[in-house]
C-alpha cells in the first residue's frame, strides 16, 4: 500500500495546483500532455495512454479546445478523422506545469539518495513497462473458468 500512499498523495498535491493555478482538472491536463506529446494523436487514442472512459476524455478535449489550448485538423487519408493538435498556448502551459512538476518531484524525492533515485526510478519504468501494469489476474472483476 505504500506505493498506492506514495502516489496519491503526489497526485493530491499536483492535481491541487494545477486546479488552482489553471482552473484544470486532471483529465484535461492529462489530455494536453498526450496531445504535446503524441501530436496527431486521435482522441480515443488517448485512452490508451490515461484509462480513462471516453466521455471523459472527450470533456477534457472540449475544455482545451475552447481555451485554444489544442485544435483538430481533418486527417489527410480520412476526413472523418479527427487528429489533435496542442496550440503554442497549449504547448507553453504544459511546459510550465512539467517544469513545477520536476520542482515537485525532486521534492518528493529529496529523501533518497542519487543511486537511491537512480534504482528507484529503473524499477519504476521495469515496472511500467511490464505486461501487468494496465491487467491483473488477481484483481479480475468476474471469476473466469479456472476459478
Not at 503526489?10 to 483529465?27: C, F, K, L, S
Not at 498556448?89 to 520542482?103: C, F, K, N, P, Q
Not at 521495469?126 to 484483481?139: F, T, V
Amino acid at each position: 500500500m505504500v506505493v498506492s500512499y506514495i502516489v496519491l498523495g503526489n497526485n493530491a498535491v499536483t492535481n491541487r495546483y494545477i486546479e488552482r493555478r489553471y482552473q484544470m482538472p486532471v483529465h484535461a491536463w492529462s489530455t494536453l500532455f498526450a496531445i504535446v506529446m503524441f501530436p496527431g494523436i486521435r482522441a480515443k487514442e488517448i485512452k490508451h495512454l490515461f484509462p480513462r472512459p471516453q466521455n471523459t476524455i472527450s470533456r477534457a478535449v472540449s475544455l482545451l479546445e475552447s481555451r485554444d489550448l489544442v485544435k483538430h485538423q481533418t486527417s489527410p487519408t480520412d476526413g472523418r478523422e479527427k487528429r489533435l493538435f496542442a496550440t503554442k498556448a497549449g504547448e507553453d502551459m504544459l511546459a510550465e506545469i512539467r517544469a513545477v512538476s520536476g520542482l515537485r518531484q525532486e521534492e518528493l524525492f529529496s529523501p533518497l539518495t542519487d543511486a537511491e533515485r537512480e534504482t528507484f526510478f529503473a524499477l519504476a519504468r521495469k515496472i511500467a513497462s511490464g505486461p501487468k501494469l494496465l491487467d491483473s489476474g488477481a484483481m479480475r472483476a468476474e471469476p473466469t473458468e479456472k476459478d
